[in-house]
């Protein structure tokens, strides 16, 4: 087992998009140093600066949820308009489908979860209570969204997240335990099982 972090979100480096548009940070990629065109699967934090079209990832499951700011409309031929306004809570669709994204007031911060069809299963949650995980998991990564979040690991030293930070723990071999400190406090948790390599990588 592997734990990485806490590590603050704004701490790491922004990556400016083609287009002007924003900038992303990378939290986790997966596998480490992938780009774009060979993740399994990725989290990221995109802040918005304009509106404008999404990029599209054919064959990419994606979630995204308000992580900060206003927030945005989404707009697709393939689904009705959907307002991303309320924080924390996911919104999925296929990376193949024509977004359109409308600020809704000024820049905003959106948490993305992609995970390639195929190559893994991923979940992601928003929490306010006591949240216990049993193993085996290939990837657990928790973000506290407010106030704090404790994570207990058995026999192991304890972890504390204040607000804006993240830890990802890689390979989880026992029972984990996600407890929010305050009465507003929040957190948001991705788990991540891998598919067999059969099926990442099917023959031709």
Known sequence: MVISGPIAIDSLPPVSWKNGGGITRTLVVEPEGAGLDDFLWRISVAEIHASGSFSAFPGVDRTIMLWRGEGVVLRSPAWPEHALTQPWRPFSFRGEEEVF??????????????????????????????????????????????????????????????????????????????????PMASFVYVTVKLLPVSRRHPEP
């Open 101 to 182: 994204c409308e600020l809704f007031g000024g820049s905003t911060e959106d948490l993305n979860l992609m995970v390639r069809r195929g190559a893994a299963l991923a979940a992601i949650h928003t929490e306010r209570r006591e949240v216990r995980l049993v193993p085996p998991y290939d990837d657990v990564a928790v973000l506290c969204a407010a106030e704090r979040v404790h994570v207990l690991l058995a026999d192991r030293p304890k972890f504390a997240l204040d607000v804006g930070q993240f830890l990802r723990i890689s390979q989880l071999d026992t029972e984990v335990t996600l407890l929010p400190e305050g």
